[in-house]
Each structure stands twice: as structure tokens, then as C-alpha cells.
């Protein structure tokens, strides 16, 4: 066999890899979308384009959009959603009443350390809650590995809540370095 043709063959060789992949591919796709499936669905709808396989190739691991992790307007849309989590489930239905040994500060969002780990306990909410990845079993899960440890540490007695009662806070509150112009006012505005 010459040069030519052993190149040929092992071209050949190599485009039916190739297309070997993309269909392996695209089952594995159409199982993910179906949420079940069976050998030989790809067949049914043919082979997929060099475009979106390369696409996919490309597609790079998103981290989670963890809040210190972002800027500007994504940043500030974080925070809004957080605020509305915490005011909105977290206080009315998991803190109860603060006490002396267990503070909450109703100006959580001036607490930048707390604000941290309030956004980490939302992240693992958001995902332990879906019942398409975790089950049922999910919420029981938040509860015991994020709910418990973090609110402990939150609002116990070493806790950015210490110096914060129910009436009147013993500490100064730290504005964050950049507050969502929604929550920034100033008395130039009026």
C-alpha cells in the first residue's frame, strides 16, 4: 500500500470515528432532554452538524454565579434575588424569633461577611430543592448540611449578628463596597 492510500484509509478511519462520536453524542443528548430513553433514538433523528458538535466541544465549565465572584449589573442582580430569597423564605419560614443567643440583624445586607455565606446557603437551596436533581430527599439534605451549620455560625454568640439586638445595634453596620443603586440613596437624590 502506498503513502496515499494508507493516508486515505486512515482518513476515512478517522471521519468515521468522527461520526461514530456525533451520534453517541446526540443519543446522549436526546436522553438528557427525554429524562429516558433507550438505545437508538439518535437514529431517528439523524446526524448532528460538525457546527453544534463543535459547540459543544467548546463549551467551557460554569462556575456558580457565586456573589464575590461578580461585577456590576450581575452583581447587583444577585444581590436583589438573595434579598428577596432571605425576606421572602428564609426569615419568615426557617429563623424564628431572635434572642440573645440566637441574633438576626434586620440589616443583614450591611453585614457583608453574613451576606457571603447567605448567598452560599441560597446556591445549595436552589439546587437541593429541584426535584429533577436531588429527589425528594433534597430539602431534608439543605437543612442538616448548609441550614444548621451556617445559621449557627451566623447568629451565635462569635457571629457577625453578635453586637446586633432587637432594638438597637452596639456595633457599626459596614456598607458593602458596592451597593445596588436600588438600595443606594442619597440625599442629593430628593
Same mark, same amino acid.
Given at each position: 500500500m502506498t503513502? %496515499?492510500?494508507?493516508?486515505? !484509509?486512515?482518513?476515512?478511519? !478517522? *471521519? *468515521?470515528?468522527?461520526?461514530?462520536? @456525533?451520534? !453517541? @453524542?446526540? %443519543?446522549?443528548?436526546?436522553?438528557?432532554?427525554?429524562?429516558?430513553g433507550g438505545v437508538g433514538s439518535a437514529d431517528h433523528k439523524g446526524e448532528t452538524d460538525d457546527a453544534?458538535? =463543535?459547540?459543544? %466541544?467548546?463549551?467551557?465549565? @460554569?462556575?456558580? +454565579?457565586?456573589?464575590?465572584?461578580? =461585577?456590576? =449589573? @450581575?452583581?447587583d442582580a444577585e444581590l436583589r434575588l438573595l434579598a428577596e430569597w432571605v425576606e421572602g423564605v428564609l426569615v419568615p419560614? $426557617?429563623? /424564628? =424569633?431572635?434572642?440573645?443567643?440566637?441574633?438576626? $440583624?434586620?440589616?443583614?445586607?450591611?453585614h457583608w461577611d453574613a451576606v457571603g455565606v447567605l448567598h452560599a446557603m441560597w446556591l445549595a437551596w436552589q439546587e437541593l430543592t429541584d426535584p429533577a436533581t436531588c429527589g425528594y430527599t433534597g430539602p431534608s439534605v439543605w437543612y442538616?448540611?448548609?441550614?444548621? +451549620?451556617?445559621?449557627?455560625?451566623?447568629? /451565635?454568640?462569635g457571629g457577625?449578628?453578635?453586637? $446586633?439586638?432587637?432594638? %438597637?445595634?452596639?456595633?457599626g453596620h459596614r456598607l458593602p463596597g458596592r451597593v445596588p443603586s436600588a438600595w443606594c440613596t442619597t440625599e442629593d437624590d430628593s
Open positions: 503513502d %496515499e492510500a494508507a493516508d486515505r !484509509v486512515l482518513t476515512e478511519d !478517522v *471521519d *468515521d470515528l468522527k461520526a461514530m462520536l @456525533q451520534a !453517541v @453524542q446526540a %443519543e446522549l443528548r436526546d436522553l438528557r432532554e427525554s429524562g429516558s453544534e458538535a =463543535e459547540q459543544e %466541544e467548546s463549551t467551557e465549565w @460554569q462556575y456558580p +454565579p457565586f456573589l464575590f465572584l461578580l =461585577e456590576g =449589573e @450581575q452583581r419560614g $426557617c429563623l /424564628g =424569633e431572635a434572642s440573645a443567643e440566637s441574633r438576626w $440583624c434586620h440589616l443583614w445586607i450591611e442538616r448540611d448548609h441550614y444548621r +451549620p451556617h445559621i449557627a455560625d451566623l447568629r /451565635g454568640p457577625p449578628f453578635a453586637g $446586633c439586638t432587637k432594638g %438597637e445595634h452596639r456595633t
